[in-house]
């Protein structure tokens, strides 16, 4: 028994080729989960660790990253809606048999990643002070942080690639190699923070701008990592210099994907902006408290999202092969597994949330806020999983427009004057923000549950 699982996962992490819609559903979800949920785990891996290492400069550094990253979202949302698209038209032409218009479809999104790229790195860089100003960043604040916001903008090309490339390697369902290259840029993030931060050996002490250094320096090794492969390697998908020409209709419908999914994710990502703008009137260590509880929640976040790529990967495939009934039982399957990893987590944060919080910032009210921050939203655990598995088979589907309607209606009617009038309003202070997380993500989970079931997105085409 324990030879064959060996075996399995041994299969799943060599990513060895072959056509999953001809599988068992429970087997090819595992042999993409298994390596999708360890690409994951390294990128939660690297949060934590990232703000453990920065949380030893003070609660205003942690501030700083807090501040920057609720904008750098903002660019995590176009990358990750483009990689949506991305994912949904390669593995609707893998599904399909057609390796060709794949790789025509990877070379389009590529083209579409850096012309946004280089457009949000000069503006972003140009405009970091500002930037820190508007979400109520006081002078000193922006004086210490702003050289770490200008330099995590300038380097967003890194991020875009990064994320875009290994959705194309998804799609294809190539899961192996997207997780190998997340682990090497990663890994080398985690290497280089302490040693650029810290100034150890050889290294200058370059502060919290030797973490943005660090990104740019891992995702960058990352990024040409799969550029050798997509070009140079034997996997599923293969690029040419002829697939780079430009394409005019296939660029248009990754476009009109791409525009829903970055929508859609622009729209939980402000909603955030506005969450910690919120926060920051309560004070730097409410900020930092709420800072440190977020990454930690991104650290079982994300290994959940494995599960959920696995799902947007098969919905995908199996429509492009003409099966629908499976890219059905394919998300349900992978919403169920997904929903018991979450159930085991929220009881370990409800239990364990102060000490927890407490291995990063010793603060009492750093590890009041953040404990309480990571109790209440994990109360919504259950809710959590079934609205990230099924939002990501409605973008395998090609139909990013349902889970942009939904984060529109549950993040910007609900969640957001839900926690003004919470915090605010009734003077509940930061728990109010963290319950109108709760409840507006398990409506989206509700939502998302009724409107799968009426089968719409079946009919999409891509």
């Given at each position: 028994m324990l030879k064959k699982v060996y075996q399995f996962v041994v299969a799943a992490l060599r990513g060895e080729e072959q056509d999953i819609t001809n599988l068992p559903i429970k087997r090819a979800i595992l042999l993409l989960s298994i390596p999708m949920v360890l690409e994951m785990v390294m990128e939660s891996l690297f949060a934590v660790v990232d703000v453990f290492f920065v949380a030893r400069l003070g609660i205003r550094a942690v501030a700083t990253v807090g501040l920057t990253e609720s904008v750098m979202m903002l660019v995590y949302s176009l990358a990750i809606g483009l990689s949506a698209a991305a994912t949904a038209m390669v593995a609707r032409r893998i599904g399909e048999g057609n390796k060709e218009s794949a790789a025509?479809?990877?070379?389009?999104s590529i083209w579409i990643g850096l012309i946004l790229a280089v457009i949000l790195g000069?503006?972003?860089?140009?405009?970091?002070?500002?930037?820190?100003?508007?979400?109520?960043?006081?002078?000193?604040?922006?004086?210490?942080?702003?050289?770490?916001?200008?330099?995590?903008?300038?380097?967003?090309?890194t991020i875009m690639l990064l994320f875009?490339?290994?959705?194309?390697?998804?799609?294809?369902?190539?899961?192996?190699?997207?997780?190998?290259?997340?682990?090497?840029?990663?890994?080398?993030?985690?290497?280089?923070?302490?040693?650029?931060?810290?100034?150890?050996?050889?290294f200058p002490e370059m502060g919290i701008e030797g973490a943005a250094i660090s990104t740019i320096i891992g995702r960058g090794a990352g990024v040409l990592y799969q550029v050798y492969h997509l070009f140079g390697g034997k996997h599923i998908i293969r690029m040419g210099l002829r697939h780079m020409n430009l394409v005019k209709d296939v660029t248009l419908r990754l476009l009109s994907v791409g525009w829903n999914g970055a929508a859609q994710y622009l729209i939980a990502s402000a909603s955030w902006i506005f969450l910690v703008r919120i926060i920051a009137d309560f004070g730097p260590s409410a900020l930092a408290g709420y800072t440190i509880s977020i990454r930690v929640i991104i650290f079982t976040i994300l290994p959940a999202w494995g599960i959920a790529n696995a799902a947007s990967t098969l919905v995908g495939q199996h429509l492009g092969a003409k099966q629908p009934e499976q890219a059905e039982q394919a998300a349900w399957l992978a919403s169920r597994y997904t929903m018991f990893f979450m159930l085991i987590v929220a009881i370990i944060y409800i239990t364990m949330a102060t000490p927890i919080i407490s291995l990063f910032d010793t603060t009492p009210e750093v590890v009041r806020v953040g404990a309480q921050s990571l109790q209440i939203i994990s109360l919504g655990y259950i809710f959590f999983a079934y609205g990230m598995v099924l939002s990501q088979a409605f973008n395998g589907a090609g139909d990013t427009r349902t889970p942009m309607i939904l984060n529109l209606i549950c993040f910007w009617l609900v969640e957001i004057p839900l926690a003004w009038c919470l915090a605010s309003f009734f003077e509940w202070g930061p728990r109010g923000v963290f319950i109108a997380v709760a409840i507006s993500e398990s409506l989206v989970a509700v939502f998302s549950i009724v409107i799968f079931r009426k089968g719409w997105w079946k009919a999409t085409v891509i």
């Open positions: 025509t479809a990877a070379a389009q000069i503006a972003g860089s140009i405009a970091s002070p500002q930037i820190l100003a508007a979400l109520g960043a006081d002078a000193q604040l922006i004086q210490e942080g702003q050289g770490y916001t200008r330099l995590m903008f300038a380097g967003n090309i875009l490339l290994n959705a194309i390697y998804r799609g294809a369902g190539d899961a192996a190699l997207a997780m190998r290259s997340l682990w090497l840029a990663n890994g080398i993030n985690i290497i280089l923070d302490p040693c650029l931060i810290f100034g150890l050996g050889p």
